[in-house]
């Protein structure tokens, strides 16, 4: 166990449908990051949340949101799915703002669109 | 923007042979972190490199960290079934998030 939470596990949803990833840090940390690996690719960053605010946007689409709430726990919407859009979904934690500091991932959330 | 590539991208590799993954990117680095994917499972942290020319070592993986900082590389030394995985380089882009390379895929032929 990482120390970083992510529900679900496994989510399959169909086209055009509205989910809802959620993430709970690592206890201490401040940072969350949010990236999408699809099949057999590497962790492409979504947005990046510090102590409630966002501090880094990737290339997420307009389709996608996310948040950070007051207990540091994030959620990670995505909207008008596409069958594109199925991938792994990674939370990450780490203390501090910025990159220089380690990354502990959660075991992520496995999105099938049909 | 930044760019971390990364290679090989897969290597197959005899049980007990060497290993070794090299990361590239197009401009400094304040830092350089590994991690390592095991199939089917998440990213975990193996290690960071700050100084310019800085080695590591953990048990049979050994880390460089290049003198221009631009560039990196992981060394496994008689390969274990363990070691199977995807290794990931990461450097800072911007100051706030980490760049992923593409990653260099490990499978171990017993």
């Known amino acids: 166990d990482s120390g970083v939470t992510q529900t679900p596990k496994h989510l399959i949803t169909a086209t055009g449908q509205r989910v809802t990833l959620r993430c709970s840090p690592r206890?201490?940390?401040?940072?969350v990051y949010w990236y999408q690996q699809s099949l057999d690719q590497g962790l492409q960053f979504l947005i990046q949340y510090y102590n409630g605010e966002e501090r880094a946007k990737g290339n997420i689409l307009e389709r996608f949101s996310a948040q950070q709430f007051p207990d540091l726990h994030s959620e990670l919407n995505l909207s008008s799915l596409e069958l594109g859009d199925s991938a792994l979904y990674f939370c990450?934690?780490?203390?501090?703002?910025?990159?220089?500091?380690?990354?502990?991932f959660g075991s992520g959330t496995r999105l099938t669109v049909v | 923007g930044q760019q971390v590539m990364q290679i090989p991208q897969y290597q197959h590799v005899q049980e007990g042979e060497d290993f070794t993954t090299y990361c590239n990117s197009s401009?400094?680095?304040?830092?350089i972190q590994w991690y390592k994917q095991r199939p089917g499972g998440h990213p975990v942290f193996l290690i960071q490199l700050v100084k310019s020319g800085e080695v590591k070592k953990q048990k049979r993986l050994t880390f460089q960290f290049g003198e221009a900082k631009k560039n990196s590389s992981l060394h496994i030394t008689a390969t274990q079934t363990t070691d199977v995985g995807t290794y990931f380089c990461?450097?800072?882009?911007?100051?706030?998030?980490?760049?992923f390379g593409t990653g260099t895929r490990l499978t171990i032929i017993p």
């Open positions: 206890s201490g940390d401040l940072s």
């Open positions: 401009t400094t680095l304040s830092n």
């Open positions: 990461a450097g800072p882009r911007g100051n706030e998030k980490l760049t």
């Open positions: 990450a934690s780490s203390v501090a703002a910025g990159a220089n500091y380690g990354y502990t």
